[in-house]
């Protein structure tokens, strides 16, 4: 069971990702806890401050370390982490191997920015990890944060149906994934490929594999690069 607390100064951003679908799956079996905890419960006074003007001027207001301390420190009070996690458009990039360890782990912080930022005494002292989900700026950390939580919530076991499933994603095994089709055979004189419908096993298998190689190659060179460097160790 994989346990997440979600620190946020917008909390109902973060009610409808996990409610739906793959991710509500994973909560109702039991896989997956979310808990999203408002950060205005530990403002710094009775209007619910939580952001203060930066220090030597600028536009912009800035989160403040002793509500996120005295957050944090609450719900270590309750469970040991592996990771307390901020996201920011400055941390380590998100990719497929970064979902798949961290979803090896047990129990996990996520602390959205918002406004300018955070202080920076918040991200020397409490957070242990960085993390973007792209080179583009969102106006706070809660979309990232709902992107974290599926990327890593569907691979933990007994999440999908059939466990193979995230194995054959995208990425997963360094390549893109290869086209599906469903029916009809033919739609309007638009045809699925003849390979598929012929039942042949290990020929589907073979066409699936050179279909993602040459996705692969055409649509992501780089990851086509780490693919061949990786190939080329064994
Ligand atoms: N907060 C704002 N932009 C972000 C991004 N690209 N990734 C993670 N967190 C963010």
């Known amino acids: 069971m994989l346990h997440i607390d979600i620190i946020s100064v917008v909390p109902d951003l973060l009610e409808s990702p996990f409610s739906h679908s793959i991710m509500k799956r994973a ?3 039991g896989l997956l806890e979310v808990d999203v905890i408002n950060l205005r419960e530990y403002a710094v006074n009775k209007y619910g401050q939580v952001d203060d003007y930066a220090f030597g001027g600028g536009a912009g207001m800035v989160m403040m ?3 996120v301390d005295r957050c944090i420190a609450d719900l270590k009070v309750k469970r040991n982490y592996d990771e307390v996690i901020y996201m920011s458009p400055d941390g380590e990039l998100l990719d497929q191997p970064l979902a798949n360890r961290l979803s090896l782990t047990g129990n996990l912080i996520i602390l959205c920015g918002h406004y300018k930022g955070v202080d920076e005494r918040i991200r ?3 957070i242990t990890r960085e993390v973007s989900i792209g080179n583009y700026v969102l106006s706070g950390g809660e979309l990232a944060a709902a992107v974290l939580v599926d990327a890593i919530g569907r691979l933990l076991p007994g999440v999908l149906n059939d466990e193979t499933s995230a194995l ?3 990425f997963q095994d360094g390549l893109v994934a290869p086209p ?3 029916r009809p055979a033919d739609y309007q004189g638009w045809p699925v490929p003849d390979v598929l419908l012929s039942g042949h096993e290990a020929k589907i298998a073979e066409w699936r594999l050179q279909q993602a190689i040459e996705r692969t ?4 060179p780089d990851i086509w690069q780490d693919f061949e460097n990786q190939e080329g160790k064994h």
């Open 180 to 182: 599906v089709y469903t």
């Open 65 to 67: 370390v002793e509500p």
């Open 217 to 220: 190659k055409e649509r992501r």
């Open 168 to 170: 054959s994603d995208s």
């Open 124 to 126: 020397q002292h409490l």
């Open 27 to 29: 909560r109702d079996r």
